[in-house]
Structures are given as C-alpha cells and as structure tokens.
C-alpha cells in the first residue's frame, strides 16, 4: 500500500502551525514519512510570491500540502471580506503556481465545506459546488477556496499537473482555538461550560434553537485522510471516483458520515465537563443552516473513513483545553 509517495519524498506543508497543518505534519511522520519541510511566517511570507520562489528554488520539495489560510469566524468575515478573499487567493496561487513551476511531483489542497451551497441537497455531494447561492457570513472564504479547487483542476487538465483536493467537515481536536469570540462552535461549547462549571453557575444559555445539524472530525482523522490520499488516489486511476455523469473529480469530501444537533453536543459537553446545570436556548439568536453533512461515499469507496468517535475526541479535547489552561505560554485564560 502507498506507491504514489515513498519515503524519500520531501514534504512542505504550508500552514503545519495551525490546527490541520500540524495533524498532517503528525500524521506524515506516524506513517514513516521523515522529510518534512515547514517554514514559519518570519521564514516564508506566503503572501510573497518571489519569497515563495526562492523557498521552493532552495529546499525543492517533492511533495506538497497546501493547508495555510487566512481563517475567521463570522465577525471576522464581516469585517474584513476583501482580506479574507485577498490573502487566501494569493496564499494558494503563489504556492500551487509556484509547486506546478518546480515540478513538484504531487500536491494537495484543502479547502472547505463551506464551498458548498448554503441549501445544498443532504447529504451533501461533491457535485453540489457551484449549485446554488453560498452561506453569506463566510462567502469570500469560501469563493477563495473554490478559485483553489478550480486552479488545481485546471492545471491537471492543461499540463498534467498532479493535484488533487480534500473538503473536510467542521473540524476540531488539538491546536483548536478557544477565544470566547472567534472561536467554532464545539470549542466555543467547551470553554463556555467549562467556565460554567469552574464558576458554580446554575444555567449555561447557547444560542438558537439546538436543533441545526452538524458533523464534527477530529483533526487527526483529517491528518490520516490526507496521507491515505496522497498514497492511494490518483486521478490517473482505474479506480479513480468521478461523478454522477462519469467525469473525474478532482476533489472529494472528508468527514466521519453521520451528524447530530447541537443540542445533543451541548448535552454532551456538559457531562464531559461535569456542568450539572440548566442549558438554556436563546431562540432569537440565529440557528443558521439546519443541517450540513458530507456525503463521504467516494473516500470510503476508495478505503478511508474516520476511526476517532466523537465521544473519544471530545473527552481529549476537554483534557487537552483544561491543559492549556494551566500552560502559562498557551494564551488561553478564563
């Protein structure tokens, strides 16, 4: 198994500070792939395209994932439409323009769920993008990821180029970001009724009704994906997945299948954190999407799916927030 990388490959991962860029990083080096190449932001400036060129001239990766990006919650989004589209356009074409001009031999992509439609048909299939309008708060994110995906596609199609993509779901586990307001809301979750629990206070309010639906993977299962894809999936295959009309794709969804409401992951964190209290639902903030779940049914067709339950994930993520609270260089304070 694995004949698409080897073990002599020199690997960039850009972005392997963040939450998905370090989990590849591990997951790379669990499966015997040593020859990691990083570079943090004072080394390379990814906005820079002749700095990028010159890193590439200099360390010629082999190999290449592209997990850096600009990312926000929805004030950040609101706030700053032109930086998010800016910055994450120029961060992914200088690298994959640049990995393409090199010679990089393969190189993956990570995008977004948030590619797909707002009301996108449930489960959601990789032949949804571009289907419908987009999810307002984070639409110039998610335009940038799309503008990655097409990139990529169209350099295969033009000159060969071997690219592919990965779409993971909402994604959580170490390195996540616990800021009371930028936060996502499974850590925003963890942090509130943690310090509900600390405090001894009777109630916990979230926002909306609870009932929306989401789907949540542990960031080391993103991790495995990407090595599992980068060994076994080839657009060049027999048994490469295409879509409902026979043509191949060039980008597949990654997540665990099944979703549950939030309502039941609040539930669930306040057992985990030992909140005894009252969860109450403040029905005038907003539910935004009832339900966003990946149709995950090409990946495991071709041998993947998740191994982390989010039970399992949950428990380390709330030991590994209650860590980093005591760690006085972790910049998480209550």
């Known amino acids: 198994m694995g004949t698409l990388i080897n073990k002599n490959d020199l690997f960039f991962v850009a972005g392997h500070g963040g939450m998905a860029g370090s989990a590849i990083c591990r997951a790379l080096q669990r499966s015997g792939y040593k020859n990691l190449l990083t570079a943090n932001r004072n080394e390379l400036n990814l906005l820079n395209l002749q700095a990028v060129q010159k890193w590439f001239a200099k360390n010629k990766p082999t190999v290449v994932v592209l997990a850096?990006?600009?990312v926000g919650g929805i004030h950040a989004n609101n706030l700053y439409p032109a930086d998010?589209?800016?910055?994450?356009?120029?961060?992914q074409n200088n690298v994959i323009e640049t990995a393409w001009q090199s010679g990089v031999r393969r190189l993956l992509f990570l995008g977004s769920s948030c590619i797909y439609p707002k009301f996108a048909e449930q489960p959601i299939k990789?032949?949804?993008?571009?289907?419908?309008?987009l999810e307002p708060t984070n639409e110039w994110y998610a335009i940038a990821k799309i503008a990655g995906i097409k990139l990529c596609e169209s350099l295969r199609k033009q000159y060969d180029f071997d690219a592919i993509s990965l779409m993971p779901t909402?994604?959580?586990g170490p390195g996540d970001n616990y800021h009371p307001e930028n936060s996502h809301v499974l850590p925003a979750l963890i942090r509130r009724f943690h310090e509900?629990?600390?405090?001894?206070?009777e109630s916990v309010t979230c926002w909306g009704t609870g009932t929306p639906m989401r789907e949540f993977l542990h960031v080391d299962d993103l991790?495995?994906?990407?090595?599992?894809?980068?060994?076994?999936?080839s657009l060049n295959s027999s048994n490469a997945p295409t879509d409902e009309t026979g043509r191949l794709l060039p980008y597949l969804n990654v997540g665990t299948g099944s979703d549950l409401s939030i309502k039941q992951l609040s539930e669930l964190i306040a057992e985990k954190t030992g909140f005894m209290g009252v969860i109450?639902?403040?029905?005038?903030?907003?539910?935004?999407?009832?339900?966003?779940?990946?149709?995950?049914?090409?990946?495991?067709k071709l041998g993947w799916k998740s191994?982390?339950?989010?039970?399992?994930?949950l428990t380390e993520s709330i030991d590994c927030f209650k860590s980093q609270l005591k760690d006085p260089n972790s910049g998480i304070r209550l």
């Open 170 to 172: 909402n994604l959580y």
């Open 223 to 233: 991790g495995d994906a990407c090595v599992f894809s980068l060994e076994n999936w």
């Open 196 to 201: 509900a629990k600390e405090l001894g206070a």
């Open 307 to 313: 191994k982390i339950s989010l039970d399992k994930g």
């Open 84 to 91: 998010f589209l800016l910055e994450n356009l120029k961060i």
């Open 126 to 133: 990789e032949e949804s993008l571009l289907t419908g309008s």
């Open 280 to 300: 109450h639902w403040d029905k005038d903030k907003p539910d935004g999407t009832p339900k966003k779940q990946l149709d995950v049914g090409r990946l495991t």
């Open 68 to 70: 850096a990006a600009k």
